[in-house]
Structures are given as C-alpha cells and as structure tokens.
C-alpha cells in the first residue's frame, strides 16, 4: 500500500482583490501518495500554479487545509516546510556569476548553519543530484552558459539536492524543445518510480502528460471543480476532450492529439 504524503481537504483557492477573496476553485479533496507522477492539466486561468502554491505554502489558501501526513501545513514552520516541499516555478534562470554547482547548493540550505557551510555529506548529495540529472560535468560552468533545457535540469538538481519527499514543478517544460521535454519527462518518472518521490507538476504538454503520468488532475474551467484519475480513465470518460478539443484538434482515446 502507498504511503500517503499530502491530503487536501475542504480545499478553495484564488485569490484576493479589492479586499475580496475571489475563488478559482472550491471545496477540492486531494490525495497525493509517494512515488506517484500526477501531471495537473487544464486550460489558463482554471488556477494550476494557484493550487500547486496552495499545496506548498507559498500561498494561502482561501479556506481548508493542506496535511502533510496527517501534519496540518500551516502548523509547521517554514524551515519545517522547506524540509518537506521543493518547487520548480515557471522562470528563465538569469543569475550572472553563478556557477551550476553554486546554485544547487542552494538546496542544502534547510540543512546548512547560518552561514551556509558545505559539510562533506551536502557535497556528496549535490553531486549525486547533478548526477541524476545527468548535470555533473557541468558544476563548474556559469548557469548563463546553459541551455534553457540544461537550465532546467540544473533547477531540478537543486530540488533534489533539497532531499524533499514532495517536488511541485510548474510548467517545467515551458522553456523546452521537443528533445528535452521528453529527457525532462523521463526524468520525473524516474524520480517517482525509483526514489519513491511524489511528484506533481503542471502542464500544457498533454500528449507527453497522458503517456506518461499514472494519475492526472485535470482543472475544469470556470471553477468546475478538479476530476481525478489515470489517464485511461479520464480518456474513456470523455471528460479531457471536452475539456480541451475544439474544432481544430482533436484527442482519441489513446491520448493522441490529432490537428484538423
């Protein structure tokens, strides 16, 4: 049986406004389980990177609660939380000066003193984090030397050299071509698969997403709600391409995309 890392329960996100709290999505009820791949898709605006920053703490939601193990998030502290939580945002990585090596260090930082010393076991996990990522003959490069892609998988190696149970990554493919959305997408199965990790992360790379994930979360739009379930599942059901299909493109019941 799977080990249950977060719970959502009674879960409304948004945001506020005009000193109003407006919600994109209400009374959501979520499980996320260790070494699972959930790919969180749907159209702009039905509030993904709001719910991933909900889940983190980054974010606080409009009312109900997130657990970690059965640990009520917003009883921890932040450095509690950074033990627990790595996120990937939505960014272009311009640091000038900086070397891969120096970023990923920046990971160990929930473990480090004050004045952020290296001990030779946070070595040892930095390298080996740039190593599954197929990123350690490049420590000693500047990351503005990087490729977007290579830039990519250096912030990953950071999430990991965070040593975290739970990777929230937000549009991590955004920035990518079409060979390294796949190396990326490889990536985040082996992370769940082989290090037991729960990996959720959005996307709009839907035929990668409905290969590849073993559960999605697909955001209706409006604040319709969130439908849970394998991709086969959410195929047969119709509910994706009512979703997403329009008069230009379709998607059968293999998930594959069809332009019309």
């Given at each position: 049986m799977k080990n249950k890392m977060i719970r959502c329960e009674n879960l409304s996100i948004g945001y506020h406004h005009a000193g109003k709290n407006i919600a994109v999505q209400k009374d959501l009820h979520l499980e996320v389980q260790a070494g699972e791949l959930i790919a969180l898709i749907g159209p702009n605006g039905s509030g993904k990177s709001t719910l991933l920053r909900s889940i983190c703490g980054l974010q606080a939601p409009l009312s109900g609660n997130v657990f970690f193990r059965d640990v009520a998030l917003n009883t921890l502290s932040l450095a509690e939380q950074s033990r627990l939580f790595s996120v990937v945002l939505t960014q272009d990585v311009q640091i000038e000066y900086s070397k891969v090596h120096q970023i990923v260090s920046l990971g160990r930082s929930p473990y480090t003193d004050r004045f952020g010393r290296l001990e030779r076991k946070d070595r040892q996990i930095i390298d080996e984090s740039l190593e599954r990522v197929g990123m350690l003959s490049f420590a000693q490069k500047y990351i503005s030397d990087l490729s977007d892609g290579e830039k990519q998988r250096v912030m990953i190696a950071k999430a990991l050299a965070?040593?975290?149970?739970?990777?929230?990554?937000?549009?991590?493919?955004?920035?990518?071509?079409?060979?390294?959305?796949?190396?990326?997408?490889?990536?985040?199965?082996?992370?769940?698969?082989?290090?037991?990790?729960?990996?959720?992360?959005?996307?709009?790379?839907?035929?990668?997403?409905?290969?590849?994930?073993?559960?999605?979360?697909?955001?209706?739009?409006?604040?319709?709600?969130?439908?849970?379930?394998?991709?086969?599942?959410?195929?047969?059901?119709?509910?994706?391409?009512?979703?997403?299909?329009?008069?230009?493109?379709?998607?059968?019941?293999?998930?594959?995309?069809?332009?019309?």
């Open positions: 965070q040593d975290t149970p739970v990777i929230l990554l937000d549009e991590p493919a955004s920035h990518l071509d079409l060979p390294n959305r796949i190396i990326l997408d490889r990536l985040l199965e082996s992370l769940a698969r082989d290090m037991g990790k729960a990996v959720l992360y959005s996307t709009h790379e839907l035929e990668l997403a409905l290969q590849s994930s073993g559960k999605i979360w697909l955001m209706k739009p409006g604040g319709g709600g969130l439908l849970q379930g394998s991709p086969k599942e959410l195929l047969e059901q119709g509910e994706i391409q009512k979703t997403f299909c329009n008069e230009y493109f379709s998607i059968d019941k293999d998930g594959k995309v069809h332009i019309r």
